[in-house]
């Protein structure tokens, strides 16, 4: 095979691997592995990670809260005693989603969109 055949070749060969899509073998995530993640993170009382394991913008007292609204509000919901109960909690499943019942508070856990899991929203367990 000649020069220009050969050359020829690999750049063929270079057009067609940029245009095909790379194949990714990504899983679906599980609850088991977020809720690894969450009760780690609470653990660690660490409250930028709960964030971004929460569906923002988070409904708290009657107003929509982004980011920064969640953050302020964050020791008010995770109280030390409502931490120790997620320490131990077992999440129980609801068709698609989760949900954790510590006290007097349930905290709902469900998929967005992409398929991940986050923490939506909580209710009064009466």
């Not at 129980?92 to 967005?112: H, M, N, P, T």
């Amino acid at each position: 095979m000649n020069l220009k055949r050969q050359l020829a070749t690999i750049a063929l060969l270079a057009l067609t691997i940029s245009i095909v899509p790379a194949q990714t073998s990504t899983k679906p995530e599980t609850f088991a592995s977020f809720w690894k993640t969450f009760k780690a993170a609470m653990a660690r009382n660490d409250k930028e990670v709960i964030a971004d394991l929460t569906k923002l913008p988070f409904l708290y007292d009657s107003k929509e809260r982004d980011r920064a609204g969640f953050l302020k509000i964050y020791g008010q919901l995770f109280t030390r005693k409502v931490r120790r109960c997620i320490a131990t909690a077992k999440p129980v499943k609801e068709g698609d989603s989760y949900d954790v019942f510590c006290g007097e508070l349930i905290l709902y856990f469900s998929k967005d969109t992409e398929g991940k899991y986050q923490f939506r929203e909580f209710g009064v367990n009466d």
